[in-house]
């Protein structure tokens, strides 16, 4: 058994509870004032002080007198039975608040400045409603971990249509269970994905499993379809032959996600591929160029996974990608999303091509809830300026005339 200290007494406890928190302060401390104490207390903190009379219910006591009555009594200062007493050291709670508010600083810092969130700024939402709930159960230790599993997670979307449980085992250290429903790790990577894709953050079990399956997690292989033409690979497998016979025949082609995982023998070019966001590009660039049409992809919208396998299949055969979308929020946001995902480069994107193609209506639609663009930070604010979104189909001569060049 522990020997309790000479000083720790029943009647002498809220004298060193007052002592103890009084120290903390981290300020100086001359007084200290104990209580309410009934008879006994203010017995026993006369005889400790060696008064001769009892002191009042609530006495304010100099810590000079204390010290000395302390060290007659065991030798030992104040703050060390203190410490003794109440069983935890006497720290300063002021630099203590200093440390922890610099630890949360650093958590928050690093969380904004992360590669992931600094190539699709519509994630800047999530970070911010991340900031304001605080840190997990208070530590940044944890909040960093989970942070950090977020954003493994979050770099690796749209998955290639894995289940969602193998796709935890692989990115998580093998645990298969970490991005089931109602973990954390689970809810924060869902409200990632709500901010980056401009939805509402999931209510039910049905609106979680389409996010998921939006962002490519145990996708439909048929109907996780891809649009393209001009696309003439090599080889002999059925995906080649399909691309080849309806770039010759100047048509488009529908890649399903299954065809291009199991495509054959197949050997993409290394030429340059143009990405557009609408597919009504795609057709003025058919009836433009016809069976001359050079290669270029549509993501129709937000890109599934199938775009997404494609592009990244091009990019790794060394074709360059270069992407074109609206002049709107959600352009700009799925522009970030491939370049980010794809290693895309923007197309006549820039403020002065957005500037340049506004001049063309006379007003256009609001451009919406606007996000920074990772390329050209000007962009954005252009388009609040002058309040006007410009869809593709504007600009679509001047792509074309690029298109043209490139033939040429």
């Known amino acids: 058994m522990t020997n309790r200290h000479v000083l720790d007494t029943p009647e002498l406890r809220p004298l060193w509870h007052a002592v103890h928190d009084r120290l903390s302060t981290g300020r100086p401390v001359s007084r200290v004032r104990v209580g309410p104490l009934g008879d006994a207390g203010r017995e026993a903190l006369a005889d400790l002080l060696g008064l001769d009379r009892l002191p009042g219910t609530e006495p304010s006591i100099q810590l000079v007198h204390l010290e000395a009555a302390v060290a007659d009594a065991c030798g030992q200062s104040v703050r060390e039975v203190a410490a003794a007493v109440i069983g935890r050291p006497i720290t300063n709670r002021s630099t203590e608040r200093e440390r922890e508010a610099t630890e949360r600083s650093l958590v928050w810092d690093w969380l904004a400045g992360h590669e992931v969130v600094t190539a699709q700024p519509a994630l800047t939402e999530w970070v911010g409603h991340q900031q304001a709930n605080g840190l997990v159960e208070g530590s940044p230790d944890r909040t960093r971990r989970l942070l950090a599993a977020a954003l493994t997670v979050l770099a690796a979307l749209p998955a290639d249509g894995e289940p969602l449980p193998v796709l935890a085992a692989r ?17 924060s990577v869902l409200r990632a994905l709500a901010a980056l894709y401009g939805t509402d953050v999931p209510d039910s079990a049905e609106a979680r499993r389409a996010l998921w399956s939006r962002a490519g997690v145990a996708d439909d292989e048929l109907s996780s379809t891809v649009l393209a033409v001009g696309l003439r690979p090599d080889g002999g497998g059925p995906v080649a032959r399909i691309c080849r016979i309806s770039a010759d025949a100047g048509h488009p082609v529908s890649l399903a996600l299954g065809q291009l995982r199991s495509p054959g023998e197949l050997g993409w070019p290394t030429g340059p591929v143009h990405i557009v966001e609408n ?5 003025l660039a058919l009836r433009q160029f016809g069976d001359r049409c ?6 129709s919208g937000w890109p599934n996974t199938a ?19 609206d002049f709107d929020g959600e352009g700009i946001r799925i522009a970030a999303h491939v370049l980010a995902k794809t290693g895309a480069v923007p197309w006549r994107l820039a403020a002065g091509d957005y500037r340049a ?10 451009p919406g809830r606007l996000t920074p663009a990772p390329w050209d930070p000007e962009l954005t604010l252009a388009m609040a300026e002058l309040g006007t979104a410009v869809v593709e189909e504007v600009v679509a001569d001047v792509l074309l005339d690029d298109l043209r060049s490139q033939l040429r």
């Open 171 to 187: 990115l998580l250290g093998g645990d298969s269970h970490a991005l089931d429903d109602g973990t954390r790790l689970s809810a």
């Open 279 to 283: 597919p009504s590009v795609l057709a």
């Open 294 to 299: 050079p290669p270029l992809v549509c993501t």
């Open 307 to 325: 775009v997404i396998h494609l592009l990244r299949q091009l990019a790794r055969s060394g074709s360059p990608l270069r992407h074109h979308g």
């Open 357 to 366: 193609a506004a001049t063309r209506l006379p007003a256009g639609p609001d």
